[in-house]
């Protein structure tokens, strides 16, 4: 057991990036902010090319030489880690929770482990169902659980590479749908034939009916024969473009670009047309816009979008909880 600090270390270790902030505990304001690159998979594979010494040792010496950005006269007592420092590629790894989980975190797994004299590390761990898992987002959905109708009957959605739908009933998450949305539409756009007929730009209204026709085509679930229109349209067009010269050729390929994202995303959303669970959305930008805009050709009801500073807390408030199963 700890006391409640005043001021304790947030810590997001992901796959790609690494953050740290020091937190006020009782107001959750960032009192300072460290970030790099060195997310765990660059660092397990720099250990991997220099084992001399343990992972643990490896991680938890990158850690506490970080720290120093933010709190460099140790002052701090704790540190919350959560994300993939406790996968195995990370600090240390720890087994998943069970669904169901509640809304405060009670029951999620976490480790108090000593980085050095006087200062704590809680290694928060993941979930998973018999089907599926996850890793980071459950401290999220943990402190966004402070802005659903938790004791309702919904589903959380939160977009991303691997986008996590999360069902919740009576206060408690109990199921767990992961779709590779994200993660696909990079494949395609950068690896597949089709990237020869797509170009990427920043999101306007213009490319707005693209997107939709895209979503329209993903919930007839049709995905093989949509995605090669994309090449098909961009052939077509080429001797159109050839003749009409007020016309930009790239205007075809960036609808193309914005088909794909409709057509991943109504697939992926698809299963909700027909829902009457009360549905949350966590994401801003472009992503929040696009599912935003999906989510009304789906379906024709209220929708919670959750604002931004909203998103930016939920991982603090999240953390704090489970801080507190410690106190």
Known sequence: MISLPKQFISCDWGTSNFRLRLIDTNTLDVVKEHK??????ALYQEYESNANTSQYKYFSDYLTDQLNEIDEAGNSKVVVASGMASSSIGLQELGYAQMPIDAYGSNLFSKLLTLKKDLSLLLVSGVKTNTDVMRGEEVQAVGLADFLPITKEGVLLLPGTHSKHIQYKNGIYHGLQTF???ELFDLIAKESILNIS???APFSEEYKPAFVEGVKKGMEGNLSSSLFSIRAKDLMHNNYFMRNKNIKPETVKIENYYFLSGLMIGEELTYLKNSTQHISVAANGVLGELYRIALAEVMNRDINYLEEDVLE???LIGQRKVLNTYV
């Open 198 to 200: 797509m170009i990427k």
């Open 36 to 41: 790099t690159s060195k997310g765990v998979k």
């Open 313 to 315: 807390k939920a991982l």
């Open 180 to 182: 590779m949305t994200g």
